[in-house]
């Protein structure tokens, strides 16, 4: 039985649909949607210092073994304090993003939030 794949999922493992808002290009539809989520808790002051696709270099024992790129990171309030997230929107949960999952655990102690 043959598969068609539509144009537009072609090239795509995960068959994510590229997404622009506010004149930024997003991976996925999730991702420019949790995007434009995240402005509103912005205007609310519910969120701040929003920051988009936030490099963190993994090493080990002064190794470099890769790059995480958040897709979010931002201050949240919680309560009276403001507290910093790291932010991933996903759609499907790779051996790799797994792998970097315990590595930003493990070298920075940051817990991973995914939407």
């Not at 794949?5 to 999730?30: Q, V, W």
């Not at 609310?44 to 073994?65: D, E, I, M, T």
């Not at 932010?87 to 070298?107: H, N, P, Q, S, W």
Request: aromatic share 10%; glycine share 8%.
């Amino acid at each position: 039985m043959r598969r068609f794949i539509t144009p537009r999922a072609a090239g795509r493992k995960y068959r994510n649909l590229p997404t622009e808002a506010d004149g930024i290009k997003f991976d996925s539809k999730k991702e420019a949607g949790r995007y434009l989520q995240l402005k509103l808790c912005v205007a609310a002051g519910q969120v701040r210092a929003l920051r988009l696709q936030v490099p963190y270099k993994l090493a080990v024992n002064g190794k470099h073994v890769c790059t995480y790129r958040a897709d979010f990171v931002y201050e949240g309030k919680f309560g009276a304090r403001w507290i910093e997230v790291v932010e991933d929107v996903k759609g499907v949960r790779t051996r790799e993003y797994l792998i970097k999952k315990k590595l930003m655990a493990a070298i920075y102690g940051i817990e991973i939030r995914e939407t």
